[in-house]
T-cell receptor, first 110, second 113 residues
Framework: AQRVTQPEKLLSVFKGAPVELKCNYS??????LFWYVQYSRQRLQLLLRHISRESIKGFTADLNKGETSFHLKKPFAQEEDSAMYYC????????????FGKGTRLSVIA | NAGVTQTPKFRVLKTGQSMTLLCAQDMNHEYMYWYRQDPGMGLRLIHY???????AKGEVPDGYNVSRLKKQNFLLGLESAAPSQTSVYFC????????????FGPGTRLTVT
């Protein structure tokens, strides 16, 4: 069964400090991992996907198949990064819906 | 191009009342989803549809029904609302060939008293 675990419900960091939002997954096939973000009073939106290997708003995430992890990182947190972050697991084909983790609320303190 | 829209934005129901939430998308997407978002529980899939006229159960389907009579619309019904259904409901859609690219609606905040 597919499962996504985000162990932290809330993460508070100071502005300028490094950020790491943890995500672990369980999946027997070849996974596709994504990070979605929900800013205050905005709708959920795709932040990045592992296959693109790009940096969005300073965030990066590397898929580690050995540790079954897809942690989201940013070297210097900004106040505007405060939001709810969801890790999601899926397949790029077929009908199987994305499986979302329970989310981590990031609070960046000035 | 409005993307994904949801009607209504807010609603208060009494226990036992019924209502229908409407999701509409103008992107010609085949797949549509209904989620509920609760504190500490994250996003949980209620029902989804892979095309017009088809629906399937998600993780938490009990107490809800759905219909997809038109490709652009996905309706979520509560036949007899319960306080446990107090939540924020999100609709999403995606194209067939891009499983990762889900577009979400703004949400409907439902309170059942």
């Amino acid at each position: 069964a597919q499962r996504v675990t985000q162990p932290e419900k809330l993460l508070s960091v100071f502005k300028g400090a490094p950020v790491e939002l943890k995500c672990n997954y369980s999946y027997s096939g070849s996974p596709e991992l994504f990070w979605y973000v929900q800013y205050s009073r905005q709708r959920l939106q795709l932040l990045l996907r592992h296959i693109s290997r790009e940096s969005i708003k300073g965030f990066t995430a590397d898929l580690n198949k050995g540790e079954t992890s897809f942690h989201l990182k940013k070297p210097f947190a900004q106040e505007e990064d405060s939001a709810m972050y969801y890790c999601a697991l899926g397949q790029n084909s077929g009908n199987t819906p994305l499986v979302f983790g329970k989310g981590t609320r990031l609070s960046v303190i000035a | 191009n409005a993307g994904v829209t949801q009607t209504p934005k807010f609603r208060v129901l009494k226990t036992g009342q019924s209502m229908t939430l409407l999701c509409a998308q103008d992107m010609n997407h085949e797949y549509m989803y209904w989620y509920r978002q609760d504190p500490g529980m994250g996003l949980r899939l209620i029902h989804y549809s892979v095309g017009e006229g088809t629906t399937a159960k998600g993780e938490v389907p009990d107490g809800y029904n759905v219909s997809r009579l038109k490709k652009q619309n996905f309706l979520l019904g509560l036949e007899s609302a319960a306080p446990s259904q107090t939540s924020v409901y999100f609709c999403a859609s995606r194209p067939r060939d891009r499983a990762y690219e889900q577009y979400f609606g703004p949400g409907t905040r439902l309170t059942v008293t």
